[in-house]
């Protein structure tokens, strides 16, 4: 089995010497660096994970540093460890990419414990160098909400596993995106990812597609065509909009994953698949069921691990850290060197319903980006229609989570001024934090299995 390789880049000598005896003992294959530019001059390979040291009034910055490798390499996974500092310097590591924050000194079994987390959680190099056969806009769900670290969690467990998979959730929410995650993190990931539109197969063709034929099957039939399910043999089929599939092709699909094979039309014999099949759809499935429009043993079949992505308006805490991806995503598209939004559009961005989800707030990053002459987005760079959609919400009440977030994120999370901009104490700050299950300044990434930093 491959021995993962950790390279420790640590300014102190002491502490660097520590450290890789520690790592050492535990059998990791260790490379210690100096420094970043000492690491990216001498690196051959990517190594597993990076361990990054903070020294106080130190050379160098330990959270300037992890954020230099974050941009190297979005997926790497990072450890900071740092002698115990302030709140602030948590947060800056938190938000600049690590996956893990420690205290030095610790155990080794401490140590251990964090790089075992971190490497648990992301794909082996191996995996990460190899093209896949599904969406490669991101290999990480972006979002540091208690919510999404539920998630993230909860698909580091499923994904290992060979269940049949339901994402649920309202359209933009990243549904694909998931679905693409969990089979990069599966034992097919070297297999096809191959997904199909459900709504988009009018039932004449259901067959011919899904299936396959023959020579000979039907009129214009002049070759063998293996079907879109035997394309994906031995890895993963991605059912997207099931909910939209009409009866007769809710039959055929639940025949299939019943017998798990599939009949060319044209052909005698039987071909078996060996498949994982995850369904997505932003209906409500059992409310379908209860009007006769969804097959019941096709629910059970489909239904036997649930994810249900919520809305971005229920997790607005996590809108900059979208925000930050997808500038820097349009910076690099778009030739430009835009740094940030204003406080007016930030205001906005932060009081907006997000009916269309994540997607909404791409396309709308995109359409700023278009005519963009300064480093900056202001309120007036936004697309018209968001601008007068804004404009009319403005005498409706904003209700108090997003008032109490609101602040937090104008003030990047200085409890003292977003309490006085609220008018409140501090103390009925934390109350109302405690309340709403906000926390500060994303910390809930500390023990998040999968990454946050980089962008699903």
Not at 141 to 148: A, D, I, K, N, R
Not at 257 to 262: D, Y
Not at 395 to 401: A, H, L, S, T
Request: net charge positive.
């Amino acid at each position: 089995m491959h021995t993962p390789t950790i390279v420790i880049v640590i300014s102190d000598a002491t502490l660097r010497c520590s450290v890789h005896g520690l790592l050492l003992h535990c059998g990791y294959d260790v490379v210690p660096a100096a420094d970043i530019p000492t690491f990216l001059a001498t690196t051959r390979q990517r190594p597993a994970l990076v361990i990054v040291g903070h020294v106080p009034e130190g050379a160098w910055d330990g959270v300037e540093a992890a954020q230099r490798l974050r941009r190297w390499d979005r997926t790497l996974p990072i450890v900071l460890l740092a002698q115990p500092g302030s709140e602030a310097l948590v947060i800056a590591a938190l938000r600049s990419g690590v996956n893990d924050y420690l205290k030095f000194p610790c155990s080794g079994a401490d140590l251990a414990a964090s790089v075992q987390r971190c490497l648990a959680a992301v794909v082996a190099p191996a995996i990460q160098a190899t093209p896949t056969h599904g969406p490669t806009d991101s290999a990480m769900l972006t979002g540091e909400s208690p919510s999404m670290a539920k998630i993230k969690a909860y698909i580091s467990k499923v994904a290992p596993t060979d269940s049949n998979v339901l994402i649920t959730g309202e359209t933009g929410t990243g549904k694909e995106l998931v679905a693409a995650l969990i089979h990069r993190h599966s034992a097919r990931w070297q297999k096809p990812f191959v997904c199909l539109n459900c709504a988009a197969i009018p039932d004449s063709l259901l067959e011919s597609e899904l299936f396959g034929y023959e020579r000979g099957a039907f009129t214009g039939a002049h070759t063998a065509r293996a079907g879109t399910l035997q394309l994906a043999e031995g890895g993963t089929v991605f059912l997207d909009e099931i909910g939209d599939m009409s009866p007769y092709a809710q039959a055929k699909i639940l025949r299939t994953l019943e017998s798990r094979e599939v009949q060319r039309l044209g052909g005698k014999q039987p071909i078996r698949l060996n498949i994982r099949v995850i369904a997505a759809t932003n209906q409500e499935l059992e409310r379908l069921m209860a009007e006769g429009k969804f097959r019941q043993d096709l629910y059970f079949r489909l239904h036997v691990v649930r994810i249900h992505l919520p809305p971005l308006r229920d997790r607005k805490e996590d809108i900059p850290v979208l925000l930050e991806h997808y500038i820097q995503d349009a910076n690099h598209r778009f030739g430009l060197d835009v740094q940030r939004f204003t406080d007016e559009a930030m205001t906005h961005l932060l009081r907006y319903a997000w009916p269309g989800n994540v997607r909404e707030l791409k396309n709308l990053i995109e359409a700023a980006f278009v005519d963009l002459p300064l480093w900056r987005v202001s309120f007036l760079d936004l697309p018209e229609l968001f601008y007068q959609q804004c404009q009319a919400a403005v005498g409706q009440p904003q209700n108090e989570r997003d008032q109490v977030l609101s602040a937090l994120l104008m003030t990047r999370w200085n409890k003292s001024k977003a309490a006085q901009k609220l008018h409140w104490s501090r103390m009925t700050l934390y109350r109302k934090m405690a309340k709403y299950h906000i926390v500060s300044g994303g910390k809930t990434t500390v023990d998040q299995v999968s990454g946050a930093a980089g962008p699903l």
